[in-house]
Each structure stands twice: as structure tokens, then as C-alpha cells.
């Protein structure tokens, strides 16, 4: 014990960041643990063994050799979850659901294990509203921009220098999605930490992304290129689906005497997906997405919901999961100084972060998710944004740990301090969200981390929460580069 | 902890809930439209209906009495031609043929042209996909019912539509592109590249609706003879198309030309559906006959034109010589901006070509209704139609005359004194929002001010 104690200790000095080696038991004595599932515990015992959580309790016993952490003014978090995510594929920019609609789409980020796609010239890449790389299409029927078929599982990678970030912000884990087309590929819930892609993977797949790609006309792009054109072209491939269901299980009864269905790539990876994630922004794209959701026959959630304040009764009624967008809307900077701001963007500005207060009163069921709010500082600033608007601690937690397991139907395994769900821990001293706070240890599978204090932190004056956009190099941002390679 | 300004509510003048108010508009002269002026005259409104008109008409005493006296009540003004509300592209013009998309898809009630639409006396439009291409996307009626969802705005009873387009428009796609996105790279075309192609368009897909509808037959045919068939892919794209063929939606056909136009009629017998509308139809005057033989209706401009070459052989006396060959004629915005005051629009067709007032504004009321099938429920003053009225403190048909009243099935969706007693407090709101934003963006910033964030108010600037 007191071995693998001094070996840690000596490692912990050694670097700014640690991924210890991990001893065979750890022992959280104690502590304050916030199980989410249960009520808290203000004095237990934590303890995980090969990657799960072991046993929690005010007497659990700690195994002969296990590494004891003295707990005592220390907090236990189930590790965060993203909601929606591309944390693990390098290069990925999240998905905005506020601009999903009537604005320029991104660029195309080019994960490095997507297959190649055709080169374009400089001028694309740099102008908004240009898809870079698409193969244009002659129409509808060829299907462009779907990757339905893509597997977030495939293009996960622990090489993604973002999962340092993550994890000193005290995640361990993310919804994470592909993210090129319209329908982005089939998602999974991943681990921050591994060996390899195949180590971070815990579950797929959790479902498809859908994002609208709305800009450009005629040249140089194809279909579509408007809100409507997206709709119709995702009704079209339901349509598609069920027709394709139907013909395969027609066939099968009777494969004599009928023609045999073709095999269908996209329409394979719509079937497998137990359920699509529609971006809903603003009032009218919630209704519309709610009652899009409901044509599509298929279990959906929502993300973005900045303007939700207006919808919550809506939401609550359909029954419908809402994942909430971390990257609060600001004030753009350095516009024009004469340019009177919109009275809607004001009030949305204002009342966002009030959604996350009103969804828990209200009863809907509601996660976080990073969407470019990436360090550390950041991440905290954000979610205590939302609770300074009216949401209370114990709820910011279940946004982030549970809820999110719920939405994706993994609670089983993730998402609280629960015995024999997987060792996804976060050792805190102080509250989570408060700016004081340090994470002592962050725990991914069992393996440990310790997050330096300037990824957790930031430099003295970093910018505002919320303000920056994609996922910018640190020196570009001017941030500190501590701790990343 | 941070208290929340308490905004919604106040923003903007919202229609109250519950059952339509019974309303009695007194001593208005009322313009019927189709049953003439009702000088020193009253309408009485139960239940969103119109349900008395005349100089002596009762009231219950519940009834919310507005006092009209010097002023005209109009039906509420229907715009045949307007892509109000459209969020996220006004076309798709990917493809020649977009009958797959819907407009009713994407309606934006949130968007503020609504309002100011309404303000000019407008209750209706008929909300158009772009011209991008020669047959463009479903079109729906929409009643301007400002505060409402966007399922709650759709017309109840109104057939939906389709775009087509002939002409400049859906063939500039086929011109080859050279600008920013396209240096470099060969231009893409986009077939058709000349009004030839267009029609090709129009019949091939009109060839292939005909061959789908016959496919289905054929399944159903089978499935009721008791067979279990794999079913024919369902083809977003041909079925509104086959609604066309069917009687069952209506197409509004965008064109300039006279040639086109007999090519539209052309294929359109050759095919078997009927043009309901010839849109903008700046050339109609030439083939009116052809026009009102066909059936089809002409919903133009009041007096522009020349803004391109197809546009060039127009003239402002369009509307009144198509309307005296037999053609019902409207004229229409197609603009965010015109719609405001189509009113005055419909004044020109006076000035040029002689109509009558009544048949002035016919040309934004009864004409536009029957171009849309709603005569029925809308487009004049009549006992039992829905109470959409707009009530003008001048003549409507002069430039002195301002919109003060607007009813839509009988719920005020419009009132110009009000609008302009909320703009202070609106204003005050706006303000403590900026202030707000300003302190927190400096607190930020350690008392720093930045360019963007330390903006002040002026008085209705983009209030809405």
C-alpha cells in the first residue's frame, strides 16, 4: 500500500498532468459523495476496483492494498457526461443548432479516419456557408449527405487533445457524434481515457445527430440547400425506411416470386439507431422539430434550446428529452458600435441560462452539452451561468451526470456513485461550481488523472464564458497551453 | 439569484385568448367590395363571422362598440404573391425540380414582417417557394395571425399550391457561374440553360407523376384483389405533382413572357391539370383571351417593370386590360415592403386603365380570394364570411390613408393607438436589457468599456 502510495506521489510531481498507473484498488475514505442516484453521503467510503465502483457506503470495506485517499473535506461526483459531443474525434467542430437555420453552415472538419473525400480549393475552405469536400449531387435521389453509416465508435481516438481539457473540467465521459452531412452517423457513449479508440467505447450505437445545412444557391453545392429542402430530404429518407422495412420483411416471408430488396447502406444505419437528435434553437424551430419529431415516428430529443423559456409547457407535454447548449449566445464583439441590438436576441441572451432552472421545475428531462465550450474554466462558468439563473446545484449535477445516462439508456453503467457502475469518479475540494474549487482526482475506468491547475483555472483574466467559437488552438485564444501537448 | 427582467407579455400587442369577442363597428363607411357602400353603416361580428351589416344594426349589450365615424372599413387585404415568414431559404434552387419541399415546413411566425403586414390592413398571403426553378415547392395560405404557432397561421379550408416558374429565373441556373465560390473549379450548371429546357422540365416531370400514379394503382389494385406486393417507393417529389393532376392543389405559375405563357397552357392541356394563377404575368395583356379561356387567374404588379429583359414590354394598363378580357386579375407584393400598402397598389390600376374604385380594390381582396379558392370564406363584407377587416381612417384608395384597425376572424390583430402607447414602455425595456448586458460585459472586463457592448438606445429603432 504504502508502495504504489509513494509511486503515485512521486509521479504526481513529476508531471503537470498525470495519468497514473493505477493500482489494482482505490479507496475514497471519508469523503462527501454526491451519488446523484440517492441522497448524498456526507461521510463514506468510495471504492473502485477494475474500473467499477466497488462498494460506496459510510462502512464500506477498503481492500488489503488498496491506494487510501483521506477523503475528509474532499467531494465525490459521478464523472460529467456530455450530452452531445465530439470530444475523442479530433478536428470535429460541434454542430450549432442556433444556427442551424437561415445561416452560413460550417466548414467541414476532416476527422483523420473519415475516408478521403475530394480536394477543393483554399477560397471554399475559408468562406463560410461553402461545404468543403462534398461531391455534389445530381438531385435528391443520390442521397448526398448522409453518413448515416459512419460510427462515432470507429473514429474515437484518446489522441483528441481536447480530453485533457475535458477531464480538468471533470469529465469522464461523452455522448459523442460524427459530424459531417446532414445526417452525421451513428454516435456512441465513450469514455475519456483509453488506450486506444476501442478502450473509450461504452455503448453504441446511442443514435443519429441531424443537423440542417442551409446556405449557397445552385452553384457549387447540391441538394439541398434550404431549411425546407433539409426537412423534405430527411422525410424522404424516413419514407425511405419504412418502405425499406416493409419490402425486406415482405421478402422474407415470401422470397419466391418477389423481387429482392436492394441493400441499402444509408437506410441500415437509420434502422439501427434507436433515435435521432433534432436541433431546436429558437420557439418556432422547437415546435416545428416537436412535431417533425412526432411525424418521424422515431424516438428524438432536442438540442440547442436557448429560446426554450418560451416552450417549456410544450416540451414538458411531448414528453420530449432536451439536451442544452453550454455555449450561452452573447453579444458578438466588435460589431458595429451603431448597431442597435434586436429586442428578441436581447431577450434570449438574457433569459437562456434561465431554461435549465425552468426544465427542472417543469419536470422535463434535460442534459448539458459542451458545443465548442471546451476548457475548463469555461465549462464551470458556463454551468454556473445556469445555475445563478434559478437551477439548483443538485439539479446542475443530474443535467450532467445522470440525466444524460437516462437520456441515452445507459444508466446501468453510468452517471452516479452507484456500486458496479463504471469507476467514472470526480474528487473535488469544495462545491463544482464554484471558482475556488479544485478537482483533486479525476477518475476515467479506474485509471487516475490529476488535472494541473492551469488547465483548470485558466490565466488570471481569461475570456468571457461562452464568447469564443469551434474549437480554437489555445495560443490563438490566448490562452495558457499548460498541461497540453 | 439574478432576477430575470420580467419580459414576456410586454413586447408586442398580443391577441387575447378565448372565444372571438362579439363586436359592433359603428357609422363606418363600409366597403362591401361586392355589395356596394354602406354609407354612415355598421358590421356587427359574432363568433369571427361578419353577421349584420347595414345602417341600423343592434347589438347585444356585451358587445365591444368601436366607434368608426369618418373612417372605412375594408375587407382585409389577401396578398396572392409573398414570401413572408419563409425561414431558412426561399428556394431550392438545387434542383429543377423541388416539388418535395413544402413551405408549410417552414413558416416563421416570429417574423416581425408579419406584423408590419398587418399594420397596412393585410390579413392574408399567399406564401410562395422562390422562382429558382421551373416547378419550385408547395405553397400554403397563411392568415396573418400574429402571436400564433405556425400550424395555428395555415388557412383553414385553403388548398395548398405549387410553385412553377418560367422563363429568366429557373434558367439562370444553367448560366455557367463565375464568382468567388466557384474560381478555380469548373462552374457548375444546373440543367435547364434556356427556356426550352424549362418546358422539358415541366412535361418530364409531369411524365413521370403520370407513370407513379399508375404504379400505385397498380399496388393497390393488386393489394385489393387480396396480394401481398411489396409497395412503390413513396416519391416526395411527384406526389404534390400528382395532386396537381388530381384537381387537388393549384399551381401558381410565375412567368413574364406571352410565349410562355401559351407554352405553360400548352402542356398543361397536353398533360391534363389546369394553371390556376399566371404570377407577375407582365406580358398577359398580350394573351388575355388565352388566359380567361383557360381559366386561370393573373395576379400582376401595380407599375414596375423593366428590372430585366423578359421585364422590359410591360405596361402599368396590364390589370385593367386583362380584367377587361375576362380575367380575374389581383395584384400582388412579392415583397416584404409592398405588401404594406397594397391598398395604394391596387389605387394605380385607376389611374391606369380606368378601373372603377370597387374594382380597384377588388384587385387585393375578392379578385385574390377567388385566385385562391377562399371567396367563400373571404375577400368582401358579407353576411356569414369570416370577419377579416381592415379599417382605414382616410379612403383607402388614397395616399392620405392610414391603417388603425385590424380584425382577423374577429380577434383585433392590429390596433394603431395601442402599437404606439406600448413603444415607450417597449423602449424602457430595451434599454435596461442593454444597460444590463453593458454592466456585466464591463464587470468582465474590469471596468473596461469595448465598442460593441457600450451601445446606447435611440427611440424606436428596429423596435421589433
Known amino acids: 500500500m ?35 442516484s440517492g441522497a448524498d453521503l456526507p461521510k463514506a467510503t468510495v471504492v473502485l476496483r477494475n474500473g467499477l465502483i466497488e462498494n460506496v457506503g459510510p462502512n464500506a470495506t477498503i481492500p488489503a492494498g488498496a491506494w487510501v485517499i483521506d477523503g475528509n473535506g474532499l467531494t465525490v461526483y459521478p464523472g460529467f457526461i456530455d450530452g452531445l459531443s465530439t470530444w475523442g474525434i479530433p478536428g470535429a467542430i460541434p454542430a450549432p443548432a442556433g444556427r442551424a437555420a437561415g445561416a452560413a453552415a460550417p466548414t467541414q472538419p476532416q476527422a483523420p479516419a473519415q475516408p478521403p473525400t475530394p480536394q477543393t480549393t483554399t477560397e471554399e475552405q475559408i468562406s463560410e456557408g461553402m461545404e468543403a469536400a462534398q461531391a455534389r449531387s445530381r438531385g435528391p435521389e443520390s442521397r448526398p449527405q448522409t453518413y448515416s453509416f459512419e460510427r462515432a465508435a470507429d473514429l474515437v481516438t484518446p489522441t483528441d487533445n481536447r480530453l485533457e481539457a475535458a477531464r480538468a473540467a471533470g469529465f469522464t465521459s461523452a455522448a459523442t457524434f460524427p459530424n459531417r452531412g446532414i445526417v ?54 424516413y419514407l425511405d425506411l419504412d418502405q425499406y422495412k416493409q419490402a425486406k420483411q415482405i421478402y422474407a416471408a415470401s422470397p419466391n416470386g418477389n423481387k429482392r430488396p436492394e441493400y441499402d447502406h444509408d437506410l441500415e444505419g437509420l434502422a439501427e439507431s434507436p433515435r435521432i437528435l433534432l436541433p431546436a434553437d429558437q420557439e418556432q424551430q422547437i415546435d416545428r422539430m416537436i412535431a417533425f419529431g412526432q411525424e418521424l415516428k422515431t424516438p428524438f430529443v432536442l438540442y440547442g434550446m436557448h429560446e426554450a423559456f418560451k416552450r417549456v409547457d410544450q416540451i414538458q407535454q411531448s414528453n420530449v ?70 437551477l439548483s446545484r443538485a439539479d446542475a449535477v443530474r443535467a450532467l451526470t445522470l440525466n444524460v445516462a437516462e437520456i441515452y439508456g445507459v444508466a446501468d453503467r453510468l452517471g452516479s456513485v452507484e456500486k458496479g457502475k463504471i469507476a467514472n469518479v470526480v474528487v473535488t475540494k469544495g462545491d463544482a461550481f464554484d471558482d475556488k474549487t479544485t478537482i483533486e482526482y479525476v477518475f476515467v475506468d ?40 | 439569484m439574478r432576477p430575470l427582467l420580467p419580459i414576456i407579455g410586454v413586447a408586442l400587442l398580443t391577441v387575447g385568448s378565448g372565444g372571438a369577442e362579439t363586436v359592433l363597428i359603428r357609422n363606418a363607411t363600409v366597403l362591401t367590395v361586392t355589395k ?51 425561414e431558412g431559404g426561399v428556394n431550392e434552387g438545387t434542383v429543377s425540380d423541388s416539388s418535395m419541399v413544402n413551405i408549410k ?20 398571403s399567399n406564401v410562395l417557394h ?72 415541366i412535361r418530364e416531370s409531369f411524365t ?95 407599375d414596375w417593370w423593366a428590372y430585366k429583359i423578359e421585364a422590359f414590354d410591360a405596361t402599368p394598363y396590364n390589370a385593367a386590360i386583362m380584367t377587361r378580357k375576362g380575367v380575374v386579375v389581383s395584384v400582388n407584393s412579392d415583397s416584404d415592403e409592398l405588401q404594406r400598402h397594397l391598398n395604394l397598389e391596387a389605387a394605380k390600376t385607376m389611374r391606369y386603365g380606368g378601373m372603377t374604385p370597387t374594382e380597384a380594390l377588388a384587385m387585393v381582396t375578392i379578385n385574390p380570394a377567388k385566385q385562391l379558392g377562399i371567396d367563400d370564406k373571404v375577400g368582401s363584407i358579407e353576411v356569414g364570411k369570416s370577419a377579416d377587416l381592415a379599417l382605414f381612417d382616410h379612403d383607402p384608395l388614397s395616399n392620405y390613408s392610414k391603417c388603425m384597425k385590424v380584425w382577423i376572424d374577429g380577434h383585433e390583430y392590429f390596433d394603431r393607438d395601442k402599437d404606439l402607447e406600448t413603444r415607450p414602455k417597449f423602449n424602457e425595456q430595451k434599454k435596461q436589457l442593454i444597460e444590463k448586458e453593458n454592466a456585466q460585459a464591463n464587470a468582465q472586463r474590469g471596468g473596461r468599456p469595448t465598442g460593441a457592448a457600450n451601445r446606447a438606445t435611440t427611440p424606436l429603432e428596429e423596435n421589433r
Open chain 1, 321 to 390: 428529452p432536451a439536451l442544452i447548449s453550454l455555449k450561452w449566445p452573447v453579444a458578438q464583439r466588435d460589431t458595429d458600435p451603431t448597431d442597435v441590438p434586436n429586442y428578441r436576441d436581447l431577450v434570449i441572451r438574457e433569459q437562456a441560462p434561465a431554461v435549465a432552472g425552468m426544465f427542472a421545475k417543469a419536470g422535463v428531462k434535460f442534459a448539458f452539452y459542451s458545443d465548442g465550450v471546451d476548457t475548463a474554466p469555461d465549462l464551470k462558468r458556463a454551468v454556473k451561468k445556469a445555475i445563478d439563473a434559478g
Open chain 2, 105 to 124: 415546413d417552414v413558416i416563421n411566425p416570429e417574423d416581425i414582417n408579419i406584423y408590419r403586414a398587418l399594420a397596412g390592413g393585410l390579413t392574408i
Open chain 2, 130 to 201: 422562390g422562382s429558382a426553378n421551373a416547378i419550385g415547392g408547395q405553397t400554403v395560405v397563411v392568415k396573418l395571425r400574429w402571436g400564433k404557432t405556425a400550424p395555428e397561421m395555415l388557412m383553414e379550408g385553403a388548398k395548398p399550391g405549387i410553385k412553377f416558374a418560367l422563363g429568366e429565373n429557373p434558367k439562370r441556373a444553367g448560366e455557367p457561374q463565375q464568382n468567388f465560390f466557384t474560381q478555380g473549379q469548373a462552374a457548375e450548371r444546373r440543367y435547364p440553360g434556356t427556356r426550352l429546357g424549362v418546358e422539358e422540365v
Open chain 1, 184 to 237: 452525421e452517423g451513428l454516435g456512441a457513449i465513450i469514455d475519456l481515457s483509453g488506450d486506444s479508440g476501442r478502450d473509450m467505447v461504452v455503448a453504441q450505437p446511442i443514435g443519429q445527430q441531424i443537423l440542417f445545412r442551409v446556405g449557397g444557391f445552385g452553384g457549387g453545392r447540391g441538394f439541398p440547400s434550404s431549411l425546407m429542402g433539409n426537412i423534405s430530404y430527411i422525410r424522404q429518407l
Open chain 2, 208 to 302: 413521370e407523376a403520370k407513370n407513379y400514379q399508375a404504379e400505385w394503382k397498380d399496388y393497390n389494385d393488386r393489394v385489393a384483389r387480396g396480394g401481398h406486393p411489396i409497395p412503390p417507393r413513396k416519391d416526395l417529389r411527384l406526389e404534390p405533382l400528382v395532386e396537381v393532376l388530381e384537381g387537388k392543389r393549384y399551381v401558381h405559375a410565375h412567368c413574364y413572357r406571352s410565349d410562355e405563357i401559351l407554352m405553360l397552357i400548352r402542356v398543361a392541356d397536353e398533360m391534363g391539370f389546369k394553371i390556376r394563377t399566371f404570377q407577375h404575368v407582365l406580358e398577359g395583356y398580350k394573351v388575355a383571351k388565352e388566359i380567361a379561356e383557360h381559366g386561370a387567374g393573373a395576379s400582376t404588379f401595380s
Open chain 1, 2 to 36: 504504502k508502495y504504489s502510495h509513494a509511486l503515485a506521489a512521486v509521479a504526481l510531481l513529476a508531471a503537470p498532468f498525470l495519468r497514473a498507473a493505477v493500482p489494482t484498488a482505490v479507496a475514497i475514505k471519508d469523503a462527501h459523495v454526491v451519488t446523484v
Open chain 1, 446 to 485: 479506474g485509471t487516475v488523472y490529476q488535472p494541473s491547475k492551469e488547465l483548470q483555472q485558466g490565466p488570471p483574466n481569461g475570456g468571457a464564458p461562452g464568447t469564443r467559437r469551434g474549437n480554437p488552438t489555445p495560443a490563438a485564444d490566448g490562452m495558457t497551453d499548460g498541461g497540453r501537448n
Open chain 2, 36 to 86: 356596394g357602400t354602406v354609407e354612415n353603416g355598421s358590421v356587427l361580428i359574432e363568433n369571427g363571422k361578419i353577421a349584420a351589416i347595414g345602417k341600423n344594426v343592434s347589438a347585444p349589450a356585451d358587445a365591444t362598440v368601436v366607434d368608426a365615424t369618418g373612417k372605412y372599413l375594408m375587407p382585409g387585404i389577401i396578398d396572392c404573391h409573398s414570401h413572408t415568414a419563409i
